[in-house]
């Protein structure tokens, strides 16, 4: 199923499909899906979305720490994971991979230019 997802989203995002190596395959085995498959779908979007090569590690799968109750206390309190934080640096690590190409960013994220417009501001970039 994951590698379904993820040609399903290279394709949407116009990227080479990337494959898992195995501790990455290893990762989404050992995971409960607390969200079931659409868990399983958005973290391969977001890994196809984020990754800069055509292997994705372990590292490139990432669930939501709120979920992920296998983590433990001091785990969770030594790496905040903010929203804010995650939307603002993928805004920013996508502009600059389109060297500041609004548009070609946009469609990247998926959204209008407008909407990345709106983002840039509210995150003073």
């Known amino acids: 199923m994951a590698n379904h ?9 116009l990227k080479k499909q990337p494959v898992l190596n195995a501790k990455a395959t290893e990762k989404i085995y050992q995971y409960t899906f607390p969200g079931n498959v659409r868990e399983l779908q958005y973290v391969m979007e977001r890994a ?3 990754a800069e090569g055509n292997e ?9 720490p709120i979920e992920n109750v296998s ?3 001091d ?6 994971l903010h929203l804010e934080t ?11 991979k389109y060297q ?9 994220l998926g959204l209008t230019r407008t909407a990345l417009y ?6 003073e970039i």
């Open 5 to 13: 997802f993820l040609k399903i989203y290279a394709d949407k995002y």
């Open 48 to 50: 196809v979305i984020m």
């Open 56 to 64: 994705l590690s372990d590292l490139d799968i990432i669930f939501s």
């Open 71 to 73: 983590q433990n206390k």
């Open 75 to 80: 785990e969770r309190e030594s790496t905040p």
């Open 86 to 96: 995650l939307e603002k640096n993928t805004i920013l690590k996508v502009i600059d």
């Open 100 to 108: 500041g190409n609004i548009t070609k960013a946009a469609k990247e």
């Open 118 to 123: 709106r983002r840039l501001n509210k995150y």
